[in-house]
């Protein structure tokens, strides 16, 4: 499954990413989860207290470019020294392009050098620039197993993961879809009968297991998150 990745500020509207760099589809940016880690006190956005939002993820089998918005007032930071460093990773992350709305600046970041994405394991993401620096370290979710057993479906993953959910999209006629967002944790079941008109091979199974940490940036604004995930599908 192709995905569309989105910084959704949770200040100002969102704002797509579109990669200069990179063909490959990037992780999803979306809010949610559990609060942690909430050490920010920051209660607007400047040079200096910034808005952060970050990213790792691994999709369909592929690791995806780590990516990093920054968003400021008054002046762009496009030159922000940022570093992932993790289980076999010591990863710079570099500037990309940016946009800007009045005297609101956004930086977007990315890799571009390969890596390989662990699940169960600690990433810190270290940013440092004139008035600011800053790490958060999140835990990873990743090795997505489906595994079929008579009238089941066992999907299973490691890292736990507070915003996991499951869409379960019918490819047959009616086309029926079905989606799970609370309570969705390893191992989970997916049983037939919970199916509408199911017949072996008719639906598409997603699993979206990911660890979201809010305000998990020291000195930046309230709302900064890092995020971890792994994303895989199956037919059913």
Do not use: R
Request: glycine share 10%.
């Amino acid at each position: 499954m192709k995905s569309v990745a989105k910084f959704s500020t949770m200040i100002l509207a969102c704002f797509s990413l579109a990669s200069c760099t990179t063909n490959i589809s990037s992780p999803p940016l979306v809010p949610g989860g559990n609060n942690s880690n909430n050490s920010s006190t920051a209660t607007s956005i400047t040079l200096g207290t910034p808005a952060i939002q970050a990213a790792i993820a691994k999709q369909g089998g592929m690791t995806q470019p780590v990516q990093v918005l920054i968003m400021t007032t008054g002046s762009l930071v496009n030159n922000a020294a940022i570093t992932l460093s993790g289980p076999s990773v010591n990863l710079p992350v570099t500037f990309n392009y940016s946009t800007s709305a009045g005297t609101t600046f956004i930086a977007y970041y990315n890799s571009s050098n390969a890596w390989t994405y662990q699940g169960n394991q600690n990433y810190t993401l270290s940013i440092s620039y004139s008035g600011y620096s800053g790490q958060a370290t999140v835990h990873s979710v990743g090795n997505v197993s489906f595994t079929p057993g008579g009238s089941s479906l066992s999907i299973s993953w490691v890292g736990g993961g507070n915003y996991n959910s499951l869409f379960e999209l019918q490819n047959t006629s009616p086309f029926n879809q079905y989606s799970i967002s609370s309570g969705v944790n390893s191992p989970y079941t997916v049983n037939q009968s919970s199916l509408g008109s199911y017949t072996p091979g008719s639906y598409n199974i997603q699993l979206n297991a990911e660890q979201m940490d809010i305000s998990c940036w020291p000195g930046a604004f309230v709302g900064s998150y890092f995020s971890a995930s792994d994303q895989e599908s199956t037919t059913y």
